[in-house]
């Protein structure tokens, strides 16, 4: 069965530093999506990407923030100058369509972790 | 903007008990409504989804769910739990709109099975 992966796994960095998020959708899908997870809450939507620009953005997804596909594959998700906050589960997903209609499939994330 | 709320954070079942998990949601029209789990240390996987049609929805692992309308309700059932059943199970409603895919979770409930 298709999934959606992401690397890597767990991510260390310290804080002010830039990182990139990898993930590859599964293949025929054409929405994508990150979400992230603070240790012990709620998955929480940062943004969707559809036809190669931005549907949607939560105020979480700020100037820090910015998604790319930089091939026919990859999603990323970039964090600029990473703060202790940013700590986190990533998730990234992928569905056919939007508008809710068709499941979002859910990568095992990566976590985040600033020091 | 949809919200969803699941009123219990903690469950504790004894394994072969029954199970049902609450699920109350708000959005302007019928939601996609979903409902995920997640391992320790894992993803999030799909148990099954409403969308339309009939109110009671079969999902995997032996999980069903029973939309209501006029109790704005989702909640999820299992007629005897397994210890693999162990696991946060978060509840989730889509929209309908385009330009609005996002997927808005609830805080999670963490089930626990004893013996």
């Known amino acids: 069965e298709p999934e959606v992966t992401q690397t890597p796994s767990h991510q260390v960095t310290q804080m002010g530093q830039e990182v990139i998020l990898r993930c590859v959708p599964i293949s025929n899908h054409l929405y994508f999506y990150w979400y992230r997870q603070i240790l012990g809450q709620k998955v929480e939507f940062l943004v969707s990407f559809y036809n190669n620009e931005i549907s949607e953005k939560s105020e979480i997804f700020d100037d820090q923030f910015s998604v790319e596909r930089p091939d026919g594959s990859n999603f990323t998700l970039k964090i600029r100058s990473t703060k202790l906050e940013d700590s986190a589960m990533y998730f990234c997903a992928s569905s056919l369509t939007g508008t809710g209609r068709y499941e979002q499939y859910f990568g095992p994330g990566t976590r985040l972790t600033v020091t | ?115």
């Open chain 2, 1 to 115: 903007a949809q919200s969803v709320t699941q009123p219990d954070i903690h469950i504790t079942v004894s394994e072969g008990a029954s199970l049902e998990l609450r699920c109350n949601y708000s959005y302007g029209a019928t939601p996609y409504l979903f409902w995920y789990v997640q391992s320790p240390g894992q993803g999030l996987q799909l148990l099954l989804k409403y969308f339309s049609g009939d109110t009671l929805v079969q999902g995997i692992k032996g999980f069903e769910a029973e939309f209501k309308r006029s109790q704005s309700s989702f909640n999820l059932r299992k007629p005897s739990v397994h210890w693999s059943d162990a696991a946060e199970y978060f509840c989730a409603v889509g929209a309908r709109d385009f330009g609005n895919e996002k997927l808005t979770f609830g805080t999670g409930t963490r089930l626990t099975i004893i013996p």
